[in-house]
């Protein structure tokens, strides 16, 4: 950059700024921005024409006005005129009021990019730096299109200075990220490859920028880059501070370029050349070798540079997961790092060791720590660091230690912050179940969390103990005895209420023998809290009471009366009222055997993946997957249902989302839609669908009076079935697998007939060039009143008219 002479300091722009600051009041500073301003345009629009230094001031004053927040409409063809001046000064104030003024979609564009144009074929390379970072900083898809193939050409061009080049590459990366497809892939991408050897550190750092964002898309196209960074970094690393005097920063040599070099590598797989491999093993080995070694700066920089390095390197090596000893040293060095007194050490060890704890390799080397990470789930202080100790004690949890873990995370969730808890809540659920050694430890933990965090147990939770409890004869009357002891205290959550009305409905009468638990006792207890419930849980209770007349005859009585009172069949809510009405009508009508057919036992759920795990990978975002797998690890490690957990008698099609614990079962056939209620408590349980979308078929609350299971799934082995269901009903889910759900919607008038299909997108992923064909009989006449066949948008797992892309047709003569 060409040194800048004491004749070119602006007097006029220093006094400027120095009234702006002596203002003694907003106003007055207005005063004074208006009276330049005025001051400005006239000079501009004057006759007299201006030299290169008076715009050069002006449009100064401009840039400084508009960064203190006033709207700047004038003085952009004045910034564009100062781009033809062969003054380094001049130029470099035109490129900045054109870099942080002017639109993208302004009218000067055209001209700018010819002024551009220019100084990129003038071969000056301060000029050229000036037009790259123009292009970089506007960044505007025309100035792609009209650059685009320029750039790498200077990029790649032998007589090209090192500042250039470097300027070049962090412009082309600029432009790659706003629009991908300007950016061509040709000859010139295995040249740059080859610029990590280049001898100028700016070049190689700014060209590994580029070639981590390229080799993103084409792998393929920048592998041998691969061996270059290995080299690039072996020298690095082997470089004592003095070797690289210009590019050591506090006595550690190029941190920022070994940090980039270290992420480029972590965009492939280990390297099949023994030698390249071997040589960055020796890197990695080296780098953690230094971490033990005392450092060499007190300063604050020196650490943070050095950790910088450190923390990029156990990364790759957790990435390659192929290295048994590094694995195990880089956990042991982050073991240190968990005690540190810097906070963030703390938090990005904690977070490094989740992933640690899932390859086979570093697992037992990780649960040496779990002492450690307790007490910081226990006394730190930030939430964000007790948060990822909750993620560590999760991920490094087994059968040998899962029974610790659980109760430290129950004790932790009785004062955990109110973010986290439903989190937490659903870790210790997972763990409860995949690690269970026996049922009645399960059921208290559940019951437990219930008692701890009512408020935070979701639905998914509670259905889950229902459905074990169901399908296992062995710890049902513990479940009775259990739920039926947790009823009784004073102050009950409601999801206890919950659970408490489905497991005694079901099975109170395994408990019946003990006169502390007599039917009459047992239904008193539920009584008591039915009318501090919501409606939801009244109308489960309701259908307690009368499994209750089917179980203990001697109550029935007692609950004819309670749904004879008014409050239940002149109940407001619609749905409590209807069904005290149909169950005093059963219970007085029924034969003893009819009611016994109907009201009997519910059968075990099938078998499927839960949806606790879907929900808690939801919760944790895109990039929960590897802490929530631990199969490579531990693949001897199943849930209490032996690998495959129960679903209730009522789902919809699984998520397409990753099997977590290898639980995934085949779907079950399909099953017919059912009007929703305020009793529709037990609904899909192990789909990605919400909890409270209607239409979905009877909730497991009405399968809990049904006499067998009914599932949602891929239609097609059942189509005669699904069709079948249509001669009493008009609407419906008409077909439903893995990736789209069509839903049916039909009125008929005589001869006239109108149907409405929706199109659900079940998947991650939109549509594209989606559209509905119609076939019909040749005796019938199709008239298709109008149709949208936009792409369906993703993640609506379920069918609900108006959400989705859709087709109307009719009518039908």
Not at 117 to 134: E, G, Y
Not at 174 to 188: C, F, I
Not at 703 to 719: N, R, T, V, Y
Request: glycine share 6%; net charge neutral; hydrophobic share 40%.
């Amino acid at each position: 950059m060409p040194a800048v002479s004491k004749g070119d300091g602006m007097r006029g722009l220093a006094v400027f700024i120095s009234d702006i600051r002596n203002c003694k009041s907003k106003e007055a500073e207005i005063k004074r921005i208006n009276k330049e301003l005025a001051n400005i345009r006239s000079k501009f629009k004057g006759d007299k024409a201006l030299d290169g230094y008076s715009k050069k001031k002006y449009v100064c004053k401009l840039l400084f006005i508009f960064l203190l927040g006033h709207d700047i409409d004038f003085g952009h063809m004045e910034a564009v005129n100062l781009l033809s001046s062969n003054k380094y000064t001049e130029k470099q104030i035109g490129y900045l009021f054109i870099s942080v003024l002017v639109n993208s979609n302004s009218e000067l564009i055209r001209l700018i990019n010819n002024a551009i144009k220019n100084d990129l074929a003038s071969r000056n390379p301060t000029f050229m730096c000036l037009a790259l970072h123009c292009i970089a900083n506007v960044g505007s898809r025309e100035m792609g299109e009209a650059f685009a193939a320029d750039i790498p050409r200077i990029l790649v061009a032998g007589d090209s200075m090192d500042s250039v080049k470097q300027s070049a590459a962090l412009c082309l990366l600029r432009l790659y990220k706003a629009s991908p497809d300007l950016v061509p892939m040709g000859e010139w991408t295995a040249r740059v490859v080859h610029l990590l050897n280049d001898q100028h550190m700016g070049v190689v750092t700014a060209a590994v920028s580029l070639i981590t964002c390229l080799c993103k898309k084409n792998p393929d196209d920048f592998k041998t880059c691969v061996s270059l960074a290995v080299s690039r970094l072996s020298r690095i690393v082997s470089s004592a501070s003095t070797d690289l005097q210009d590019y050591t920063y506090y006595f550690v040599p190029a941190p920022w370029l070994s940090v980039k070099l270290l992420r480029l590598l972590q965009c492939y797989p280990p390297p099949e050349d023994a030698a390249v491999k071997g040589r960055l093993v020796e890197c990695l080995e080296t780098v953690l070798n230094k971490a033990q070694e005392p450092p060499k700066s007190k300063k604050v920089q020196h650490s943070n540079a050095k950790n910088a390095i450190l923390f990029e390197t156990i990364s790759l090596i957790i990435h390659y997961d192929s290295e048994p000893n590094l694995l195990v040293r880089a956990c042991n060095q982050l073991g240190q790092f968990l005690q540190h007194r810097e906070t963030n050490l703390r938090y990005l060890a904690l977070e490094s060791m989740c992933t640690l704890a899932s390859s086979e390799f570093s697992h037992e080397a990780v649960k040496t720590h779990i002492d450690t990470v307790i007490n910081a789930l226990k006394t730190e202080r930030d939430v964000s660091v007790r948060q990822r100790a909750a993620d560590l004690l999760y991920a490094m949890c087994d059968r040998s230690n899962a029974k610790q873990i659980v109760s430290e995370m129950l004790r932790y969730l009785e004062t955990a912050d109110y973010a986290i808890r439903e989190e937490i809540v659903l870790k210790v659920a997972i763990l409860a179940e995949k690690y269970a050694v026996d049922y009645s430890w399960y059921v208290d933990t559940i019951l437990n969390l219930i008692r701890i965090a009512g408020d935070y147990v979701s639905e998914e939770v509670w259905y889950r103990v229902l459905q074990i409890v169901t399908n296992r004869d062995d710890v049902q009357g513990y479940a009775a005895k259990t739920v039926f002891e947790a009823l009784q205290a004073p102050a009950c959550h409601e999801n206890m209420v919950k659970v408490g009305g489905y497991i005694l409905g079901e099975f109170g009468n395994l408990i019946a023998g003990d006169p502390r638990s007599s039917p009459p006792v047992q239904f008193s207890l539920l009584h008591s809290k039915f009318h501090l419930c919501s409606v939801a849980t009244r109308a489960l209770l309701l259908s307690t009471y009368i499994k209750f007349i089917n179980l203990f005859p001697e109550t029935k009585a007692t609950i004819q009366g309670v749904l004879r009172a008014g409050s239940q069949l002149r109940n407001a809510d619609v749905e409590l009222q209807q069904r005290a009405v149909e169950y005093l009508t059963l219970s007085s009508v029924a034969s003893t055997d009819v009611l016994a057919t109907v009201l009997e036992e519910m059968p075990p759920f099938p078998e499927r993946e839960s949806s606790i795990l879907a929900k808690l990978k939801r919760k944790k975002g895109p990039g929960a997957g590897s802490a929530l797998d631990d199969s490579r690890r531990d693949p001897s490690s199943h849930d209490i249902n032996g690998g495959v957990e129960p679903t209730p008698s009522t789902v919809s099609t699984p998520s397409p989302s990753a099997d977590l614990l290898g639980l995934r079962a085949a779907p079950p056939p399909a099953a017919p839609p059912a009007p929703s209620g305020a009793g529709n408590l037990l609904v899909d349980v192990f789909s990605d669908s919400p909890a409270t979308q209607p239409g979905l078929g009877p909730s497991p609350e009405e399968a809990f009076l049904s006499p067998g299971p009914e599932d949602i799934g891929p239609p097609i082995p059942e189509a005669d079935e699904l069709l079948n269901k249509f001669v009493c009903r008009n609407n419906g889910v008409l077909f439903e697998n893995q990736l789209l759900q069509i839903g049916v919607k039909s009125e008929f008038r005589q001869n006239l007939g109108r149907m409405y299909l929706f199109y659900g997108n079940k998947t991650s992923v939109q549509f594209q060039n989606f559209s509905p064909t119609v076939v019909h009989p040749g005796d019938l006449q199709t008239h298709i009143l109008s149709a949208w066949p936009s792409p369906a948008p993703p993640g609506l797992p379920s069918w609900q008219p108006g959400n989705r892309s859709r087709s109307l047709f009719g009518p039908l003569t």
